[in-house]
Structure formats: C-alpha cells, structure tokens
C-alpha cells in the first residue's frame, strides 16, 4: 500500500521557516508526480506546488511563488518543502499527495485533488505574527 507520511510541521513566527517531508513508502514507480496541498480552518484544501520526480520539475502557484521550494530526493523517495518568509496567511493543514501512473502534463499545471491517488495524513504549520 503506497502512504505518504508528513513530517516537519510546528509553530514559528512570521518572517520565518520550516522544512516539510514527505516520504512515499512502497512505490515501484521511479518517475511521479509529488503534490503539496494545504487548508486553512473554513477553506476548501488548495493545491500550491508540485515536482515530478523523474525530472524535478516543479511548479508553484502565486501564492508561495519565490518564498516556497519543492524538491526531492529519489534514492529516499522523499520529498521536501521548504518554506521562507512565512505569513500568518500560511497556517493550514500541510498534506502531500502521490499521482501514480499519471502523465507528466498533469503535474506542470495547479494541482487538482482529482489527479492525486495516495494522501498523508497531514501535518500541521502555524505561524504567528
């Protein structure tokens, strides 16, 4: 059973950081598209970056653009999220999401719920102003 796991979440004042991971236990694939995902309390989950795993390509939605980074490390099937310059705006929920046997196009685009197969559990990032 594939199952992503979250680590890294906590509580830390604006203006900082936090590293988020997330590892993906018994996949065979070796390219796939990694989503990281996040919702507030009262928001619908939203979508905000995304690495396929072959390549490293990545995207990023305007909301973290240049304060946020996805990366990966395949020999671990690990991926991160880096976070700088947080904001309270930030806090949320912080989930990440396997697409396996999906097509690469689909991961170069805002990430959709409907694309991604495997979900974490969540880990939870505060941060206060």
């Known amino acids: 059973q594939v199952q992503p796991v979250e680590s890294g979440g906590g509580s830390v004042q604006a203006g900082g950081s936090l590293r988020l991971s997330c590892v993906v236990s018994h996949t065979t694939y070796s390219s796939y598209c990694m989503g990281w995902f996040r919702q507030a309390p009262g928001k619908e989950r939203e979508g905000f970056a995304t690495?396929?795993?072959?390549?490293?390509?990545?995207y990023y939605a305007d909301s973290v653009k240049g304060r946020f980074t996805i990366s990966r490390d395949s020999a671990k099937n690990t991926v991160y999220l880096q976070m700088n310059s947080l904001k309270p705006e930030d806090t949320a929920m912080y989930y990440c999401a396997a697409a396996l046997a999906k097509p690469s196009v689909l991961c170069s685009r805002n990430p959709r719920e409907s694309t991604f197969d495997y979900w974490g559990q969540g880990t939870q990032v505060t941060v206060s102003s």
């Open positions: 690495i396929w795993t072959g390549s490293g390509s990545t």
